[in-house]
């Protein structure tokens, strides 16, 4: 994809954002719904602030990719073939990638039709003609290839390579994905997307008149159930976590963990959320080294402008009385977006290791961890409000809300290339990257009880 069709999806998106953020702002403000109130426990803002950031976030998405499927510069492809959403109305979907084969590059053009089961291919070096062929998988585990001049040879594809079955005597060929030159919707980002209406509704209401801490874990649990359902993605194989080889759970281990995963990264994100620009950063730095790790997904750009432009508002950009915050659907809604782009990444992309979404989370998971470990322990509810939270000990340290967001965008941006850093340094070691994880969360909670208790205040 060109820089101009990535600017393009960015700036469309930063800007639908800032739109949508205004429009439900201004509907919050003139019928008083969705309004959080400052008192003197634990709250920080001095006027009344819309809770709008969830739902504009969301709604800005959803335009920006209706909007881009009509923008001929930037292409969408639909690639949906997994789980309940396998069966959706998309008949026929498209599909441009960019191979090297012999150091010579092609342009495939794919249209898959699930109809007939078969994909409609045309293919050929770059800026010539291409060549059209229809491929069809049969009983053999092969595949069959009708050229356009009638005749048909059987190739097999295994571990990245293609080979001639019907003439045995060529070689075998391994293309190489040079680019992809269009946005692509599959069946984990279309799940998203859907159960990322159903968080920003449910929230919503909490937002409106509050639900019991049960009732939304129930929700969360069931919205991640429904996600692995729609696309048939959970963590499956954690890597070679512990130094004995690769750990791989079975399937309804699989589901349950992912469960467990996605519920506590939409908690933590939601507990974390206690300063303006605080959650949106934790959010915006783990998608923006996500979108450079291994095969970049260009869909990245249209979260990352949305969070952008949310940013402007919910940082007093626009000045203090047009203050915009999160809420519980917004907060909910980031940590559901960044858990399952972590799982899909990890799992069907293969993009990142498993253990490296633990540094891009580290300081939401740390803090939700130590919170609620520290409350069960007193014998306080975990869900309970508090001033117990890292950025709460900081500003009793006397520092200010800038110098606070400007310390955790440090850290999480350090703790996110460091576990970059341990993917390229020790390739298929990953218990190094875990190891030092938990080497890092004992000094983190550590510091935390020990130099920064002192100056914290009781729950």
């Not at 783990?286 to 919910?314: E, H, R, S």
């Not at 970059?420 to 390739?427: D, G, L």
């Not at 004992?442 to 510091?447: E, S």
Request: a neutral charge; proline letters at 3%.
């Amino acid at each position: 994809m060109t820089v101009s069709s990535s600017l393009s999806i960015l700036f469309l998106s930063f800007f639908a954002s800032i739109t949508f953020n205004g429009f439900f702002r201004n509907l919050a403000k003139k019928y008083g719904i969705l309004i959080d109130l400052p008192d003197k426990s634990r709250k920080f803002h001095f006027r009344a602030t819309p809770l709008t950031g969830g739902i504009s976030i969301f709604t800005a998405m959803i335009v920006t990719g209706v909007l881009l499927n009509g923008l001929t510069i930037v292409p969408v492809e639909a690639n949906i073939n997994e789980g309940l959403l396998k069966n959706a109305d998309f008949s026929s979907q498209n599909k441009t990638t960019k191979y090297e084969v012999e150091k010579k590059e092609y342009e495939v053009n794919s249209e898959i039709n699930k109809n007939s089961n078969s994909v409609k291919v045309d293919v050929g070096l770059t800026n010539q003609t291409p060549t059209s062929l229809e491929i069809t998988p049969n009983a053999n585990g092969n595949f069959d290839v009708l050229f356009s001049d009638g005749s048909t040879e059987v190739y097999s594809y295994e571990n990245g390579q293609v080979k001639n079955i019907s003439s045995p005597l060529e070689g075998f060929l391994s293309p190489l994905i040079k680019s992809r030159s269009s946005l692509e919707i599959d069946s984990a980002s279309l799940a998203m997307f859907i159960c990322g209406g159903f968080i920003v509704f449910f929230m919503m209401i909490d937002d409106l008149i509050g639900i019991r801490a049960s009732i939304r874990l129930v929700f969360q649990a069931l919205i991640a159930y429904l996600f692995i359902l729609m696309c048939d993605e959970s963590i499956i194989n954690l890597g070679n976590l512990l130094g004995f080889g690769d750990i791989e759970l079975k399937y309804m281990y699989s589901i349950i963990f992912t469960i467990f995963c996605v519920v506590g990264l939409m908690n933590a994100f939601n507990m974390i959320d206690g300063l303006n620009g605080i959650c949106a950063s934790f959010a915006l730095i783990p998608l923006l080294i996500l979108m450079f790790f291994g095969t970049v997904k260009y869909g990245l750009l249209i979260p990352i402008g949305a969070l952008i432009g949310f940013l402007t508002y919910n940082l007093g950009w626009f000045g203090k009385k047009r203050g915009v915050f999160l809420g519980d659907s917004g907060s909910n809604l980031l940590g559901f977006i960044v858990a399952v782009l972590c799982i899909d990444l990890s799992q069907s992309h293969q993009a990142i290791n498993p253990v490296t979404a633990l540094w891009l989370v580290a300081i939401p998971l740390l803090d939700c961890v130590g919170v609620m470990g520290s409350r069960l322990l007193k014998g306080i509810g975990p869900f309970k409000p508090g001033r117990d939270h890292l950025h709460h000990k900081l500003v009793d340290l006397g520092l200010t809300q800038n110098n606070i967001l400007v310390v955790f965008i440090t850290l999480s941006s350090g703790l996110g290339c460091i576990g970059w850093m341990f993917e390229v340094v020790f390739p298929g070691k990953e218990y190094v990257s875990f190891y030092s994880f938990i080497l890092f969360a004992i000094t983190y909670f550590v510091t935390k009880n020990t130099l920064l208790e002192k100056n914290a205040q009781s729950i």
